[in-house]
């Protein structure tokens, strides 16, 4: 009975460890996110006013933020009336512009001082923070974490609950 007890105890254990969501930075959910600031626009800047903002933070050696543009490309058509998608890397310019392929067909800025990285405390990438046109944090994490992934039905619900 005993040992019955114990195997118990640890299934127990198991699976509430399991159902809780890594995070590899400071959690701003459902706070006002940290003041929006880059060093540099890699491409036009967008008008971010009564949109929904995603944030990637990411890198050129990162594989699975590599392996996300395309996602993220998708999710910048997919929502493109209420969500703006802004891809942000610590890397100087001379370094994101030498990718190729991938293409980043969404925003892209620098920020090499690693000021909002900072504010979010961001210590593991890709890291992405979704933002609702109050400035509210309405999802962070890693968008590939399995149980917690960030998909075009999240970005969804999350755009129809807060719009």
């Keep these: 009975m005993k040992k019955f007890g114990v195997i118990l105890m640890i299934f127990f254990c198991m699976t509430v460890c399991a159902q809780e969501k890594q995070l590899w930075a400071k959690s701003f959910l459902n706070k006002k996110a940290p003041t929006f600031s880059v060093e540099k626009w890699l491409s036009d800047k ?11 933070f990411w890198a050129t ?3 699975p933020c590599i ?8 999710y910048h058509y997919e929502f493109k009336d209420d969500l703006i998608v802004i891809g942000i890397s610590d890397e100087s310019k001379t370094i994101v512009n030498k990718m190729k392929s991938p293409v980043m067909e969404y925003y892209s ?3 090499t001082k690693e000021r909002l990285k ?12 979704l933002i609702d046109p109050n400035g509210i944090v309405r999802w962070e994490g890693y968008p590939g974490l399995q149980g917690f992934e960030l998909d075009s039905f999240v970005i969804g619900d999350i755009i129809e609950k807060y719009k």
């Design 61 to 63: 050696w990162c594989g």
């Design 109 to 111: 800025a620098i920020d």
């Design 67 to 74: 392996k996300a543009i395309p996602e993220l490309n998708r």
């Design 46 to 56: 967008p008008d971010l006013k009564g949109k929904f903002v995603l944030v990637d």
């Design 118 to 129: 900072s504010s979010y405390e961001v210590k593991g990438i890709p890291h992405c923070v």
